[in-house]
């Protein structure tokens, strides 16, 4: 069976001001598809989920970055959230004065609008978010809060999980998106994560430790180290970083 | 002499404390002019279009039938003239425009009576509507509950209603344009609230431009009387329809008093024409345990200032003031306050916050001044502003005038940048940039604009805060 291409990423290098951070990267991850890159702390993970969204202050020097055959690197930064990436960040950002419905709504119906689907009314909007938070552990009295202000790092990656739910991505780049999660919380997150999986949709898992992979089971496993991926193999390879280490992979200073 | 300063028949001139009122403003504007980058308290906004020797100022379609009624030799019925009845009344010096020949040199625009006028501009909640177009009124007159009384200044100076507080609340001295508006003093309304009576919605004042090419010079006196234990709320609405591009002046002057225990709520919203010249002043004076709020939303013209003093001139007064400001282009967009604690335990509160873009210049004048017996008294005052372009400016003057012990006064002033990794979150989410910038700017804006009071109001300020204005 021939599988179709989601993201090519060629020979990427990328700066970030004049420090030369990804040197060299190279994958491919087809549709349906759970990849999961893991790197010690600084390889530059959170740098290449930045670069595959677009955030500004990076520049691509080499290389190329195709997503569903088209060049990435030339879309804006809500192009590409549109055409179905969506980033659950490592650090959320707080945004005071700005209810979360009211964000939320915004994204939902930008993103539905660019797929040709009428935007959402208040009342679909709300019985949606609903449903979604419940399953979640978000209740209404949170997402009226100003977004991610005064959430504890749970409810930050719990947001981003619904996020991701409500906007329904083809393409999600999780980072690190176990850090700061009890084990109920891992679980929720992970069963928000796992029901986008449908075969279809794909993801990059992006992560320091194994213990998310056990929960989230990728299809591949990508060691990172110094810009590139040093070593590829399936879930087992995750195992066997989390007894070894990292250093092996990580060059002598 | 200035091309502000013309010589114009006004209604009542045969009154003669009218006429020395007038006179005085006259006398006062040709003393200080226009101001200059020299004028203190115009360093920051200069209102150099005011130079220009090509204003037109619009005779009073509304004040001839007045005229009619009390000046005995108005020849409006072609008695007195030898015209048999077919003059378009030049020559007979009654200064009337009857027929639809527009000779007022209006150019098609001056709303003759015979003229259809569309008054139904969308007002978004129920009031009670005053209408003035290129700063004439317009004679319809709203059913009102018993106790409170619209009629035109005018009327109110033949009915000696507005003696007693014309031109008294009102300074001239370091106010050219307070000046200038008493010196044209003639349209514009007279508003009194019986004592205790409570309105109960708001009243709306509207003026509509209509400028075409002219650059209209339209001159608005307000007189509002609260009696003791009354309560009301004006709203006024500044805006502009066809051709944008004339540099037409509004000028205002509110005469505000408020009685004992009285509370008045007076919001605006100053949605001007691009090049337009919009300088605005009111006067308020408060009784004991008076209550006024202000809130002003400026967003047009060029040169735009809302200038308030404010005298709280006995115990427990109390004044808050509040407005935003989001701008553009070339504009100069100016709030300027002036509180003036005079008695012990009186309180006032500013948040004035600003958007600014392009080349725009935002400015903010706030003055407390705390008289020696004023113990006890708080003074607030905080200036905010968010900048979207480099180019953008502020200047922010505060000034404390504190002479009593006892007494708790702040000022402060920030300004910032829309925060680029809340805009980066928002557009990961798939949220546009410039939706993204306006989410962060309602937010920015939204405590301030969240201290009206009156819900329809504040939902109308809020969407027009949201609207960018025409360009
Ligand atoms: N904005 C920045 N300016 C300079 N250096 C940066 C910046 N962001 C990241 N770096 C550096 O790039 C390297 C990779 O960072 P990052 O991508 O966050 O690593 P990881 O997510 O794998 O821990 C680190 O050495 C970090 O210090
Ligand atoms: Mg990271």
Known sequence: MSKTPLLEIENLHAKVGDKEIIKGFNLTINEGEVHAVMGPNGAGKSTLSNVICGKPGYEITSGSIRFKGKDLTKMSVEERAREGIFLCMQYPVEIPGVPTTTFLKHAVNAVRKHRNQPELDTMEFVKMVREEGKKLGIDADMIKRPVNVGFSGGEKKRLETLQMTVLKPCFSILDEADSGLDIDALKVVSEGVNALRDGQRSMLVITHYQRLLNYVVPDFVHVYADGRIVKSGDKNLALELEEKGYAEFVKEK | ?471
């Open chain 2, 1 to 471: 002499m200035t091309g502000l300063l013309q010589d114009i028949k006004l209604f009542g001139e045969y009154i003669p404390w009218l006429q020395a009122l007038r006179n005085k403003g006259r006398d006062s504007f040709e003393e200080q002019g226009v101001p200059t980058a020299k004028t203190e308290a115009w360093k920051y906004t200069k209102p150099r279009d005011l130079n220009a020797d090509d204003f037109v100022f619009l005779p009073s379609n509304f004040l001839d039938e007045l005229r009619a009624e009390t000046t005995e030799a108005c020849c409006c019925h072609h008695e007195n003239c030898d015209c048999s009845g077919d003059c378009r009344h030049e020559d007979c010096g009654c200064g009337h425009h009857h027929d639809d020949s527009h000779e007022c040199g209006c150019g098609g625009e001056c709303h003759c009576h015979n003229h259809e006028l569309n008054l139904n501009y969308g007002i978004p909640f129920d009031a009670y509507q005053i209408h003035f177009v290129n700063g004439k009124f317009i004679p319809i007159f709203p059913a009102l509950p018993r106790g409170v009384e619209i009629i035109t200044l005018m009327e109110a100076v033949l009915i000696d209603e507005a003696k007693e507080h014309l031109g008294k609340i009102a300074e001239l001295d370091g106010y050219p344009f307070a000046a200038l508006n008493t010196a044209y003093m003639e349209e514009g309304i007279y508003i009194r609230i019986n004592k205790d009576v409570k309105l109960d919605k708001p009243i709306m004042l509207i003026n509509h431009t209509e400028a075409g090419s002219k650059n209209l010079f339209c001159n608005l006196r307000n007189l509002i009387v609260l009696e003791n234990g009354a309560e009301a709320e004006l709203v006024e609405w500044y805006k502009y329809a066809g051709a944008q591009k004339s540099r037409y002046f509004t000028n205002i002057v509110n005469e505000i008093v408020l009685g004992k225990n009285s509370r008045f709520n007076h919001y605006k919203l100053q949605d001007e024409a691009y090049k337009a010249n919009h300088v605005s002043l009111s006067f308020v004076k408060q009784k004991a345990e008076a209550e006024y709020r202000s809130f002003c939303l400026q967003k047009g013209a060029n040169i735009g200032r809302n200038e308030i003093k404010v005298r709280l001139t006995d115990e427990k007064a109390s004044a808050e003031v509040n407005a935003a400001y989001i701008m553009s282009g070339w504009a100069t967009l100016d709030t300027t306050t002036n509180i003036e604690h005079l008695a012990p335990q009186t309180f006032s509160e500013q948040l004035v916050k600003g958007v600014v873009n392009g080349d725009a210049r935002g400015v903010f004048q706030g003055k407390i001044h705390i008289a020696p017996d004023a113990v006890q008294t708080a003074g607030h005052q905080l200036h905010k502003a968010l900048l979207l372009s480099d180019t953008a400016e502020i200047d922010v003057k505060p000034e404390l005038e504190i002479f009593a012990d006892d007494v708790k006064c702040s000022h402060g002033a920030a300004s910032g940048e829309l925060d680029e990794r809340q805009l980066f979150y928002m557009q990961s989410r798939g949220i546009g940039r410039e939706e993204a910038k306006q989410i962060l700017i309602d937010a920015y804006l939204e405590d301030v604009i969240s201290k009206i009071q009156n819900e329809a109001v504040r939902n109308w300020i809020k969407s027009a805060a949201q609207t960018e204005p025409v360009k």
